[in-house]
């Protein structure tokens, strides 16, 4: 049997380190690439010298061109700029646009049939673009945001009631953003609803924090963004789709209808298995949490208009 094919576009932070972690997984084979003369093939070179120490036997091969990259499984986008303190994600649009734009346009040709995974941010919008440009059919354009966000809601809660986080199911919602929805109701903790475990105006907290989570991390590093949650967050949703899991992650997907939203990428729970997004799984919503998703969908939709000047579609 062969090994699946994992190429990693943007060898910084998130890339980096988000190689590490599918290597030491045994995922697949992985191919790292960036503009950056010889840095990616130095950092693949690193990451392979630890192969006898954590025991894997993934080839890594660092490269600035696309043709190592020829034919992947799956392709996970991290090319582009990071936030500086002060910085919102959306303030990152248009720089990111033309680096997703020109990366996007590659895969398409060296791996047509691959599942892209967006990491750039501002996320839904980069997803946006991804499936813009390189026409892949919608399944197989996805973004990760709601995994890590999940993530922080769940290491919050952890923290504040002192239970393991095996116990804790995390249920977020919307763009990635300061509009994202974390639903309290759906948010469990053994089964019972953090509803019934926490007081209204410490949950209220929780959830502010949650939505701040990168803000957070960008203040303390102050020279660039989260990187160790983001890439774990990437491999959750890479280990679903080779396994052929099937699992009910949050994901940014194109919904056509789903949740009353229209032709956008929006952070939704779905299956994730080897096609990619086998479907959306849609869960009644009350009037509150409807309200918020729709709101974060507007946010998303206006900076997609955006997206769609810079095009010049
Ligand atoms: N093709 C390939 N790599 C590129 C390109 C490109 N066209 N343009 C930029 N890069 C590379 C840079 O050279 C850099 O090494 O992308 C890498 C980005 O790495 P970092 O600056 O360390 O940023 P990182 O923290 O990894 O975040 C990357 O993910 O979470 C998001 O908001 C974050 O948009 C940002 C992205």
């Known amino acids: 049997m062969t090994r699946k094919k994992i190429t990693v576009i ?56 696309y043709e190592e990259t020829k034919d992947s ?58 499936y813009k440009i390189s026409k892949f059919p919608k399944h197989r354009v996805i973004g990760m945001a709601g995994v890590l966000d999940a993530a922080r809601f769940s290491a919050f809660i952890s923290m ?42 410490r949950l209220k907290d929780i959830v502010v924090r949650t939505r701040n989570g990168g803000a957070e991390i960008v203040n303390l590093l102050k020279t660039g963004s989260a990187f160790y949650a983001p890439s774990a967050a990437v491999v959750e949703m890479v280990e679903a789709i080779l396994k052929d899991k099937r699992k009910i992650l949050p994901c940014a997907a194109f919904c056509e209808g789903e949740y009353g939203i229209q032709n956008l990428f929006v952070g939704v729970p779905v299956i994730l298995g080897s096609n990619g997004i086998e479907d959306i799984f849609e869960i009644n ?8 998703l729709h709101k974060s969908a507007n946010e998303v939709e206006l900076l997609c208009n955006k997206v769609d000047t810079l095009l010049g579609h």
Request: hydrophobic residues 45%; charged residues 20%.
């Open 73 to 130: 499984n799956i392709v996970i986008i991290t090319s582009g700029v990071a936030r500086k303190p002060g910085m919102s994600r959306d303030d990152l649009l248009t720089v990111n646009v033309g680096i997703v734009k020109g990366v996007a346009e590659s895969v398409a040709k060296t791996s047509p049939n691959a599942i892209l995974i967006l990491v750039s941010n501002p996320l839904d919008a980069m997803t946006y673009v991804a």
């Open 285 to 292: 919503l009350n009037e509150e949490e409807a309200t918020a």
């Open 160 to 201: 504040e009631l002192g239970v393991s986080v095996e116990n804790i199911h995390a249920f977020v919602l919307g763009g990635h953003g300061d509009t994202m929805v974390p639903s309290t109701r759906y948010t469990t903790v053994a089964g019972v609803s953090i509803e019934e475990l926490i007081p209204p105006e």
């Open 10 to 65: 943007g060898a910084g932070n998130v890339g980096a380190t988000l190689a590490q972690r599918l290597a030491e997984k045994n995922l697949g084979d992985i191919v790292l690439l960036d503009i950056i003369p010889d840095m990616p093939q130095g950092k693949a070179l690193d990451i392979a010298e630890t192969g006898p120490l954590c025991y894997f036997d993934s080839a890594i091969t660092g490269t600035n061109g």
